[in-house]
Nanobody
């Protein structure tokens, strides 16, 4: 049974930084693409970033470019999302997803396994 486990998140002042981490039990992330999504209550889940299984390719949503860095440590079976210069609009629950089933990486339905969600709250 596959379980995706997230850590990190919390409260941060605007302009600050946070690091989210994702790992999996029962699955080697080293063999899988991994994505980060976020969701605000009442809104659709939106893609934040994606990294290929070999780490050679990565993508970011436009308003995260230059402020986020996705990375992976295949030896430790983890994928991290470093977010800098956070603003109030970044407040959301963040989700790690893996096992890409096809379609577009930015579509939530393209991913099979999801983490439990991690709250990120940016304060003024």
């Amino acid at each position: 049974q596959v379980q995706v486990v997230q850590s990190g998140g919390g409260f941060v002042q605007a302009g600050g930084s946070l690091r989210l981490s994702c790992t999996a039990v029962g699955l080697r992330l080293a063999t899988r693409h991994v994505a980060w999504f976020r969701q605000v209550l009442g809104k659709e889940r939106e893609a934040v970033s994606w990294i290929s299984s070999d780490g050679g390719s990565s993508y970011y949503r436009d308003n995260m470019k230059g402020r986020a860095t996705i990375s992976r440590n295949n030896a430790e079976n983890t994928v991290d999302l470093q977010m800098d210069n956070l603003n109030l609009e970044d407040t959301a629950t963040y989700y790690c997803a893996t096992v890409f089933t096809g379609g577009h990486w930015h579509e939530a339905e393209a991913w099979r396994y999801w983490g439990q969600g991690t709250q990120v709250t940016v304060t003024s």
